[in-house]
């Protein structure tokens, strides 16, 4: 994982930074995850993190949907609804990264015209 390459050109597009360290996100979910929630049970590793809301991009280890996008809620005890905290499903990084970095930008940026247009980040963490 430490050459993940979400666009064509290799960059992440704000609002999105990349984490080349793992920040233990397994655990730090585990009290927002009730038993019927889709990551219940699953190993995750925290890949990015967006910079203007509370979604994490994170690896769902052994899974075919490998990637998603949860937005966290820092509840301390699970959400009586499985829905939350919410997820956005992606098979790959190229999906995620057409269909979920490149509208996040748009969304972010104040045109809202070129995703590539803007900050980047070349991929070193902070």
Request: proline content about 9%; charged content about 25%.
């Amino acid at each position: 994982m430490n050459s993940l390459r979400p666009s064509p050109s290799g960059s992440w597009l704000m609002p999105w930074e990349p984490l080349l360290s793992i920040e233990g996100l397994a655990q730090k979910l585990f009290p927002e995850i009730g038993p019927r929630h889709p990551l219940h049970g699953s190993m995750v590793r925290q890949v990015a993190k967006r910079l203007d809301c509370d979604d994490v991009l994170v690896e769902v280890v052994g899974s075919e949907r490998r990637l998603a996008v949860v937005h966290r809620t820092y509840g301390l005890v699970p959400d009586p609804d499985s829905r939350f905290p919410w997820v956005t499903w992606y098979a790959d990084f190229e999906a995620w990264a057409a269909n979920g970095m490149r509208g996040d930008h748009s969304e972010f940026t104040s045109d809202g015209d070129d995703p590539d247009a803007g900050d980047r980040f070349d991929g070193s963490a902070r």
